[in-house]
């Protein structure tokens, strides 16, 4: 069973950065994963943010960007913003019908 | 613009049946595989599986393998999630979003989007 992992919890001030990770337990994350982001708010459907590692979808705010960091999927929010609380969650394709989220970072900007 | 609108909410007792549906529009139907996605309540995101209407061509989680079946009709632009005997388990929001593929520099890229609104299913004695 493939687990794919983020921090369950991040505390970042507003116009702070703050970098959320994704890590495989099959090894280190590459392109071939193809890493997806996703940013999900109370009560709402979840809306792409990232996709194929670090490209960004035409409403993506400039401030998202993805990355692949010491073998980890990467989501980097610089000058953070009080609307960007939310759960953040990845996604990697491991090929055919297995896609794997991870279990989500909970963002609280205070 | 381009959305996948799902059914309403549905409460059902265990055992039942139940269908769902996700409605593509604004797009060529056939061309973007669907995928269905649960959350239970509190919970993180689950990938269930995918189908492709062009083909039907569908492909299971192995945790969702035999538990649902995954559908589309192409006639009318719609993917179906079903249940024959539901569990209190089941009970959840269901999502479906559209999965496509873009060149990028050269190199593929793999999206998904739009998601659908979900629908809430309630399983319920």
């Known amino acids: 069973q493939t687990v794919v992992t983020q921090e369950p919890s991040l505390t970042v001030s507003p116009g702070g950065t703050v970098t959320l990770t994704c890590a495989s337990s099959?090894?280190?994350?590459?392109?071939?994963?193809?890493p997806n982001w996703f940013q999900q708010k109370p009560g709402q459907a979840p809306r792409a943010l990232i996709y194929s590692t670090s490209n960004k979808h035409s409403w993506t705010p400039a401030r998202f960007s993805g990355s692949l960091l010491g073998g980890k999927a990467a989501l980097t929010l610089s000058g953070v913003q009080p609307e960007d609380e939310a759960e953040y969650y990845c996604l990697l394709y491991y090929g055919g019908a297995q896609v794997v989220f991870g279990g989500g970072t909970k963002l609280t900007v205070l | 613009e381009v959305q996948l609108v799902q059914s309403g909410a549905e409460v059902k007792k265990p055992g039942e049946s139940l269908k769902i549906s996700c409605k593509g529009s604004g797009y060529s139907f056939t061309s973007y595989w669907i995928g269905w996605v649960r959350q239970m309540p509190g919970k993180g995101l689950e990938w269930m599986g995918i189908i492709y209407p062009g083909d039907s061509d569908t492909r299971y989680s192995p945790s969702f393998q035999g538990q649902v079946t995954i559908s589309a009709d192409k006639s009318i632009s719609t993917a179906y999630l079903q249940w024959s005997s539901l569990k209190a388990s089941d009970t959840a929001m269901y999502y479906c979003?559209?999965?496509?593929?873009?060149?990028?520099?050269?190199?593929?890229?793999?999206?998904?989007?739009?998601w659908g609104q979900g629908t809430l299913v309630t399983v319920s004695s």
């Open positions: 099959t090894g280190a994350v590459t392109s071939g994963y193809y």
């Open positions: 979003v559209r999965h496509g593929f873009t060149m990028v520099r050269g190199v593929r890229g793999r999206w998904f989007d739009p």
